[in-house]
């Protein structure tokens, strides 16, 4: 499928098209109601991970009562599948800028009513890969949520401190070896409610290892915001 990116390049505040349908809508991030009812969502997503379980229910998955994850909790926009993928792939590979508008206004609706955390931390990127792309998808995404929501972003809090080789392929656990020391802080924590800001997370290791780090800098409370749950 073939989207129409420029419709991104300035915000309308009159009807312009949908991305997906072409239809008529006002909607800042882009979609129609209809196009945004019909994004895959995450049916019954556990309270702790935000996985798929079977049925919904207050109390975590099996996998996070034996082993429960560093962060408190973690809400995803979307489901890891079409037209998802094509968004975050835009955004993250073929400098789909206009993208970022677009996931940072659906996590935004899907973390609202939430208690507001005292700050958002993007995932960072190392500084080469910086270079490189010259962008960090989890900040621009960030920064379209925070705006919406009307919370404070600290982008540089959190420092890729040294380059990792890329997560694909890699199993769970070796992609927490890979991640082990990787980020540090580069000031004090503005609070003690945090939340991690995401492209997609698919293991749930960047965010851990991320996670870990808040809280032996005294976070108290620290989720998960993520565009996608793979």
Known sequence: ???????????????HPCLLCGAATAE????????????????????RCGEAMGAPSALPCGRCLRRPPPFDELVSACAWQAPVTGFVGGLKFREQLPAARLLGHLLADAVSGRP????LLPVPLHARRLRQRGY???R?????????????????????ARPTPPQQGLHARERRRNLRGAFELTGTLPGKHVAIVDDVVTTGSTVGEIARLL????????????????
């Not at 499928?1 to 009807?15: D, E, G, K």
């Not at 809280?215 to 793979?230: D, L, S």
Request: include cysteine; proline fraction near 11%.
């Open 136 to 138: 960090n998808q989890a």
């Open 140 to 160: 621009e995404i960030a920064r379209f949520t925070a705006r919406r929501l009307g919370l404070p972003l600290e982008p540089t809090l959190v420092k890729r």
């Open 1 to 15: 499928m073939v989207y129409n990116w420029s419709i991104f390049v300035r915000f309308w505040r009159v009807a």
């Open 116 to 119: 507001p955390p005292d700050v």
């Open 215 to 230: 809280r032996r800098a005294g976070a108290e409370r620290v989720v998960v915001w993520t565009a996608a749950r793979a």
């Open 28 to 47: 800042p991030a882009g979609l129609c109601a209809p196009c945004r009812g019909d994004l895959p969502r995450i049916a019954h997503p556990c309270p």
